[in-house]
């Protein structure tokens, strides 16, 4: 809403009431609070006499017994354990903000409407209290700032950091229900969302982070929204603001003459209640006061609602609450802010410790000293000073680093610096490269390492003078004194054996056995390599790629072939003996492409019809990787069995292998993918292949891994400065100590999680350094060093660690601890471990960071309100709890793609978008908005986009207009679309081009091809499409959001307990 807009003669929302004597504020278990004298009033969440409750008109509410669920909610399919439904719970104020920010018009209007009614939905309120004065409104009015200061008796505790998000439990007993053991069937804690603005600066240190706080009345009833406005002094917020609008917040209704009638949606009760109405009681940041019981006209009170500050009553059934899911935080909502406030100006790196823009906002970089984004990205960018400080928040400090990040083009690729003979500068003790942070003293003779303290002597040729600053004069004309990310040429003693290594080679090995030609699917790769041996990765504007290629076809013996140049035909070698494997030929095996053209083209001619006749079922797979390796490294040596092993020498002779799997039963991926895993390769998985649908998925995954541009035989060094140490380490590499990660290969799109921990205290003032140094040969066959750098803050405050977290990394950090932890840990305990610290997290600041609140609120950081939704979504994915579809070998080809994934791929894995369709104008080039990803999003006359990174959805609801099913699939009704449909036709109108195209950006995004599947609803081929509606129960028994958040406050209640 905006704030502009004239505001009507009622009272603002949400402002708190000054204590009045006989209102008695119990605390949550039964203490009386200190506040007030005691009142007449019902207990908390206890039935005030006389209120009745009755579902709303057009509220669908389930009787408190183990039926099935109303038709509205999203329902679990036969056999799938049950949560309980949650009613729609009222909805209070969180505190106030440093800034008012206008809604921009283009975000999603959830639970935000105007004041004015907008649809009829009759919903009778009894007066609370006499309604104010016009005298009052006008004064109230009149003592709103527009502008957005804050008004100065709001406590300062709160200040600039928006709202607690505290959500509090309707009742106090927490049974156990289904698998998270959470609040019983049909109840729920009703949420409030305060405001959070983005990016407010906080007055003082230790402040409270911004937090998004929620809480619990124990009413259920219509509600309408809130008003967003200016506050007066020591006024709690109405409504929603900018970087939350979708989560409604309202206190209690105001009171209206009897028998007068509002409409409105089937929202929140309209918390309008005069500055003169007894009850209230002032309400500081993230505290609120009691909810309260029933409310009018909503028939029978509820019998057994807990009554917390007063004698329990014999226990009754409660009746269904649904807690709302607009009143919860939005990770959709979260991403359009950011992309709102962050969007359009540059990130400029030059400030330490700054969080950088979400992964999902296009945004572009300017390096000034620190590491891009693209290739650094932190868990927290201000970590805690101590060990003890850091184990008592239980924030992983983590970094997730990719070397090779490519960048978009508007920015530059790392400067390439050549000190000659010489080679790079480094510290004479950590050996550290020459970076910004590094200090130059007695007038830049010698300098101080930012990382050890070690004082070094600059070399003569290195010298230069320091200005009035002490900075080197030619600071800025040095990219390793400047910048955060930047390339030296290695001298030849960073080579193996001290020899410059050869131009790399690719080796393609062609599976021939029975299936592979039956399928068509050699005869459709051999087609493919003639044209793309013609885009080889290349360096910069060289013309052509220096890279070799060899050809090896197998079943159970492997052929090599002969491509020389001087050769009319290629020549066959056939090794027999696979348990003794050596390369028959040295000469004319891996050759030029240029130059051997002619040859190569009637070698992949002759494969298909050579092997067409066979009856070979059988094949070999270590031989076929040791048969490569033995020829990139031209010695013979004896095969040994075990992959690992194999994987070990392929690291150690520079060797990275990419699989390409075309199973049509269990082939036993965990272990056929440990050598691609070790080496820095990637697995490809295409189940059930057939030609007609899966060449083009097949063909474009084939050329992306030809293509991109890959650094062989790499070394990488994390260093740190002193106090932090890198202990752990997560991706697709080998380490054969406890510092250096080896890869045979490493792509733009893989990337190397680090975990750091404490081993001294860190200094505020001096912050902590980390710096990535890649050693690596280029695809032109030259030797490179590539340094990444970034500094980041240290802080004594548990606040300042929490507003500087990153919910997004913090995920991507969890998903690969947990998938590797279920190698050698049951499942359940893994899980348990992940619920347990993210518990410990929000409790610890709940504890120690956010304002004293009722026991009943969960109240999240502002920067971790996504916490619980994301870490939910990693619970319920398919390696952590599998449902009775998905295979041993989906799980482990899930398990190790997951493990390279950077931040952005994670993100979109675990939280899938899902674009409407048909709700944009169709001549907008922009992406559509997205929703929610949960089934109560779905219209069923709207067609809709879901995309995880690997998949490709396009649902079609079954009321569709005629003329959109006719522009998109070229038939005329809706029940004439073929499900399972894969590729869209292609017609001349707006819609389908707007629609392929789409698709085509959303694939561009990707690091694999995105096979469409066209689902129709109510078809079979649904259930697949809900798995990933992941804000839903899902049917191998994963929890839904709001159950899950119910699950959390629990958790985090008995740890604060």
Known sequence: ?????????????????????????????????????????????????????????????????????????????????????????????????????????????????????????????????????????????????????????????????????SLASAS???????????????????????????????????????????????????????????????????????????????????????????????????????????????????????????????????????TFGSQPGPPQPLPPKRLDPDAIPSPIQVIEDDRNNRGSEPFVTGVRGQVPPLVTTNFLVKDQGNASPRYIRCTSYNIPCTSDMAKQAQVPLAAVIKPLARLPPEEASPYVVDHGESGPLRCNRCKAYMCPFMQFIEGGRRFQCCFCSCINDVPPQYFQHLDHTGKRVDAYDRPELSLGSYEFLATVDYCKNNKFPSPPAFIFMIDVSYNAIRSGLVRLLCEELKSLLDFLPREGGAEESAIRVGFVTYNKVLHFYNVKSSLAQPQMMVVSDVADMFVPLLDGFLVNVSESRAVITSLLDQIPEMFADTRETETVFAPVIQAGMEALKTLFQPQTGAYQTLAKECVAQGCCVDLFLFPNQYVDVATLSVVPQLTGGSVYKYACFQVENDQ????????????????????????????????????????????????AGLDGDKTVTV????????????????QCALLYTSCAGQRRLRIHNLALNCCTQLADLYRNCETDTLINYMAKFAYRGVLNSPVKTVRDTLITQCAQILACYRKNCASPSSAGQLILPECMKLLPVYLNCVLKSDVLQPGAEVTTDDRAYVRQLVTSMDVAETNVFFYPRLLPLTKSPIESATEPPAVRASEERLSNGDIYLLENGLNLFLWVGASVQQGVVQSLFSVSSFSQITSGLSVLPVLDNPLSKKVRGLIDSLRAQRSRYMKLIVVKQEDKLEMLFKHFLVEDKSLSGGASYVDFLCHMHKEIRQLLS
């Open 755 to 770: 975990e750091f921990k404490h081993d001294d205290r860190l200094n505020e003032e001096s912050g902590a350094l980390l």
């Open 1 to 165: 809403m905006n704030v502009n807009q004239s505001a009507p003669p009622v009272p603002p929302f949400g402002q708190p009431q000054p204590v009045y004597p006989g209102y008695h504020q119990s605390s949550y278990g039964g203490q009386p609070g200190s506040t007030a004298p005691p009142t007449s009033y019902g207990a908390y969440n206890g039935p005030v006499p006389g209120y009745q409750q009755t579902p709303p008109p057009g509220v669908s509410r389930a009787p408190p017994s183990s039926e099935a669920p109303p038709a509205s909610t999203a329902q679990a399919p036969c056999g799938q354990a049950a949560y309980g439904q949650f009613g729609q719970g009222d909805v209070q104020n969180g505190p106030s903000s440093t800034v008012q920010m206008q809604r921009f018009p283009g975000s999603q209007p959830f639970g935000s409407v105007p004041l004015a009614p907008v649809v009829s939905q009759p919903a009778v309120l009894q007066p609370f209290g006499p309604p104010p004065t016009s005298a009052q409104v006008t004064a109230q009015l009149a003592g709103m700032q527009i502008s957005g200061a804050v008004a100065p008796a709001l406590p300062p505790v709160g200040l600039g950091y928006g709202p607690p998000t």
């Open 696 to 743: 083009e998925r097949f063909l474009s995954d084939l050329r992306r891994d030809v293509q991109k541009v890959v650094g062989f035989d790499a070394v990488m060094r994390v260093r740190t400065s002193t106090g932090i140490r890198a202990v752990d380490f997560f991706g697709a590499f080998y380490m054969s100590n406890t510092t250096d990660v080896e890869l």
């Open 172 to 306: 106090g007993s927490f049974p156990n229900s289904g698998l998270y053991g959470s609040y019983p069937q049909g109840q729920a804690p009703p949420l409030s969302q305060g405001q959070g603005h983005f990016g407010a600066q906080p007055p003082q240190r230790s402040a409270p982070p911004q937090a998004s706080s929620f809480t619990s009345p124990a009413s259920g009833g219509p509600r309408m929204p809130s008003m967003t406005g200016p506050l007066l002094p020591g006024q709690g917020f109405g409504g929603p603001s900018v970087s939350q609008p979708n989560h409604v917040s309202s206190p209690p209704p105001q009171a209206l003459p009897p028998g007068s009638q509002m409409t409105g949606p089937p929202g929140p009760p309209p918390p309008m209640h005069s500055s003169q109405q007894p009850g209230y009681q002032l309400q500081q940041n993230g505290s609120f006061g009691p909810a309260r019981g029933p409310q009018p006209n909503y028939g029978s009170p509820y019998p057994g609602a807990s």
